[in-house]
């Protein structure tokens, strides 16, 4: 009720009410030249045959093409309207203009040979501007309560600069803890940054809450703040958890700064999520990652050398690998952090392609833990066709839902799955929160991508790629201690009448979504 309360006196419910407003007009505007029939419908059938062979032209999934050239036929004037204000969730050209200035992602000066089995996927994400990183340090964190701790003690080092990322920031525990690091590093003269998307955390903390947070001396700004104009750009949503200590220490994964990531709290039972530890020169990629949401934010360019220089800083390297660091983390495989995010910000949809990739390259198993499961024909055709080649493929998803109507669609998804072979597990301790994808034991992703359109095309999101790290090696055992606590799907789960009437519209919006 306190965060209705909030929420309903902030200015997101006036921004709503303005385009609201906007639609309205549109509507209006539509009934009013009703009577001028003949020739509005000349002029609207031409406009309709122009717009439709336009859609059927774009550079756009079929399965997106499909419900905007159902409203447009439908609804000629209005639906016409619709399209060109919603289907293009493009940033704007002033965006994109500052994000093509920005630094990119550097390679780094010795590229790994990759084995023959993930040279591809390695090739791939070098195409799109994400380098390969050797020797690589990673832990894993098979919960909030065990990453919270050391996020914390990492804070408590930092001594040049701390950057922080994520989707929902929220008042309590966990967040004031890490907020009394924040505000003590800033008095030592460390520089604090701290980014949250504005409607992610719109119900967690208030309008001002970002302003509270620069009189304590924190950088801190929201990204994708609403505006009240009519916009599809209000789908690219930062979903991204980074944190970045010095240059040197990185953080991703599942867990957002909020009580119930570190169960705390309990909407839906017990909260499962995970998330990586990375320690090196590869944490430059985290880094460079968030500058350039960061000059998002702020709609302003900045120079990022100082903080690329400290990725490499030797001295802070040979503390952390010293034998005296207890806290030392053993080197082992490859690592290759990435960004994803809408296009034509990232010319790819970068984190799909990678899922796609390791399941096609999948030999004998491939586990995957995601809250959602709401994916394309393509995406299911490449899971069903590994079971059906005899991989063993396990999906993870949660047994109590956290959205009732994206959960219908979920077990909609399954039936086909489990028909071709695809063991889907339902986590009956909660809600499994955890985004992992782990092939044959030796490589995968641990990161901020849900299995759904709105992660593979509307969001801003980031991931680490992993070949025969420690941590891809403890993911893999946690996935199997989760399937031990799980209930498999011994056949295709049935949905009510009102699920069934959901899924039916759902289904076919659910690229515009």
Known sequence: MKKFFRLFFSRVPLILLAIILQIGIAVVFTMYFRDYYFTIRVITTAVLVLVLLGIINRDMSAEGKLPWAIIVTLFPILGVILYFSFSRNYASHKERKLFAKLPQLKFANEHPQA???????????????????????????????????????????????????????????????????????????????????????????GYSFFRKLKKSGINCVRFGKLKPIISAVYNNRDHRKIT?????????????????????????????????????????????????????????????????????????????????????????????????????????????????????QSEKELCITTPYLIVDDEFTEALRRAAMRGVNVNIIIPAVPDKKSVYAMTKQGCAKLVKSGVKIYLYSKGFIHAKGIVSDGVAGVVGTINLDYRSFVHHYECGAYMFNTVALSELRADIMQVINESELLLEPPRLKLSEKFTCIFANLFRPML
């Not at 705390?264 to 017990?270: D, I, L, R, S, V």
């Open 244 to 360: 970045v200590i010095d240059g040197i220490v990185g953080y991703t994964g599942g867990i957002n700064l909020a009580d119930e990531y570190i169960n705390e709290t309990h909407p839906f039972g017990y909260w499962k999520d995970t998330a990586v530890k990375i320690v090196g020169e590869s944490v430059s990629s985290l880094c460079v990652m968030f500058l350039q949401m960061f000059s998002m934010a702020r709609n302003k360019t900045e120079n990022f050398d100082k903080y690329i220089d400290a990725c490499k800083d030797k001295k802070r390297t040979e503390e952390l690998n010293s034998a005296e660091n207890p806290a030392r983390l053993e080197k082992q495989g490859i690592i290759v952090p990435f960004g994803d995010g809408p296009k034509p910000i990232y010319s790819e949809y970068i984190g799909r392609s990678v899922y796609i990739n390791l399941i096609n």
């Open 115 to 205: 084995p023959d089995k993930i040279a591809g996927q390695i090739n791939y994400l070098k195409q799109v501007g994400a380098p390969c990183f050797s020797n690589a340090q990673t832990k894993f964190f098979k919960c909030g309560e065990e990453f919270l701790p050391d996020l914390l003690e990492e804070l408590e080092k930092a001594h040049k600069f701390i950057f922080m990322e994520y989707f929902i920031v929220e008042n309590g525990k966990m967040f004031d803890s890490i907020l009394e690091i924040l505000k003590r590093k800033v008095e030592e003269g460390v520089e604090v940054r701290l980014m949250y998307d504005y409607v992610g955390s719109s119900v967690h903390v």
